[in-house]
């Protein structure tokens, strides 16, 4: 890379415990906003632990509500500026809060990778509905690695061993994984407008797990709409479509790695060595000791 290229990056941020999980400046600059974020009762939250399929969701569920009434958005407002990232907070980006704040659309689609401990009271005081994606850890690992690579102002993802063994560790931003997804999991037997979703399902089965969704949004789109939304949230066209890719979003490296990468389930078997493997395996079955909770690593 030339220095001029190198110039147009921000540095990467570090780590710290932030009431114990791992968080960097950017996500916790705006924190007294995020907690006093006033949500509307028919606003809808995404909740997913870094690249669980944050996106594929936030994209169907932009289709299904505006896909029909505000074509225009689908060829000039990334998926990003769609569907704000709330904790999210880079100069000169607006940060998430104000992005959500100002937009004008009901409902509202907002994101968040935040543990269930932190999300704002008002999404809990208004009943909010949300879907958690979750996916299984070793191709979640593979993927947050690539993430960590081409984002330039995340932590220095370092080497590929050292970074497994830090996500273990939960030393990565958001923290555990292990904890994330059992959080959720606990959540959605207190709280019923919780509908949690596996990245694995979604690969197996788009259509039944987009009818899934529509249900719990009381939602009957047409069988010629279904057919739309399942062809244009395809990996292949939305690797595509610029509006989809991130291909415009500031202090992205696409040389590095490109943001729709693989979009698979068992990609980790392209990374992990045996030895890593085993080691995983051994310290998976002491952390997720819920037999309730199963995750695939192939399908
Ligand atoms: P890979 O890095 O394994 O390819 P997030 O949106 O939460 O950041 O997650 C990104 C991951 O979801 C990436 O995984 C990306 O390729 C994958 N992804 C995004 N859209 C997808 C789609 N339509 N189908 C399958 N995977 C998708």
């Known amino acids: 890379?030339?220095?001029?290229?190198?110039?147009?990056?921000?540095?990467?941020?570090?780590?710290?415990?932030?009431?114990?999980?791992?968080?960097?400046q950017y996500v916790t600059s705006t924190w007294e906003r995020v907690q006093t974020f006033k949500a509307r009762p028919d606003d809808i939250l995404i909740v997913t632990y870094p690249k669980a399929g944050t996106t594929w969701v936030s994209y169907i569920l932009d289709l299904l509500y505006f896909g029909q009434t505000s074509p225009e958005r689908l060829t000039s407002i990334p998926i990003y500026d769609r569907v704000p990232f709330l904790e999210f907070s880079h100069l000169p980006m607006h940060s998430g809060v104000e992005q959500a704040e100002n937009l004008s659309i009901s409902p509202r689609i907002i994101k968040t990778h935040l543990p269930v401990q932190f999300i704002p009271k008002s999404f809990w005081e208004q009943n909010c509905k949300i879907f958690y994606v979750a996916r299984n850890a070793k191709d979640n690992v593979v993927s947050y690695f690539h993430f960590d690579r081409m984002l330039m102002i995340q932590p220095d993802p370092g080497d590929w061993n050292s970074y497994l063994k830090r996500f273990m560790e939960g030393k990565v931003l958001f923290g555990s994984w292990y904890d994330h997804v059992n959080g959720w999991w606990k959540k959605k037997q207190t709280y019923s407008n919780l509908h949690y979703m596996f990245y694995e399902d979604m690969t197996e089965d788009?259509?039944?797990?987009?009818?899934?969704?529509?249900?719990?949004?009381?939602?009957?789109?047409?069988?010629?709409?279904?057919?739309?939304?399942?062809?244009?949230?395809?990996?292949?066209?939305?690797?595509?479509?610029?509006?989809?890719?991130?291909?415009?979003?500031?202090?992205?490296?696409?040389?590095?790695?490109?943001?729709?990468?693989?979009?698979?389930?068992?990609?980790?078997?392209?990374?992990?060595?045996?030895a890593q493997n085993e080691e995983f395996d051994e310290d998976y079955k002491n952390k997720m000791k819920d037999p309730t909770l199963q995750f695939r690593t192939e399908i």
């Open 1 to 24: 890379m030339c220095f001029l290229q190198q110039m147009e990056f921000p540095p990467r941020q570090e780590l710290f415990d932030f009431h114990g999980v791992s968080m960097t």
């Open 206 to 274: 788009t259509e039944g797990e987009i009818d899934k969704l529509c249900s719990f949004l009381g939602l009957s789109p047409s069988v010629e709409e279904k057919k739309q939304i399942r062809g244009e949230v395809h990996f292949d066209s939305m690797k595509k479509n610029n509006m989809a890719n991130y291909s415009s979003f500031p202090t992205m490296d696409f040389k590095i790695s490109k943001f729709m990468r693989k979009g698979k389930v068992g990609d980790w078997k392209n990374h992990f060595t045996v």
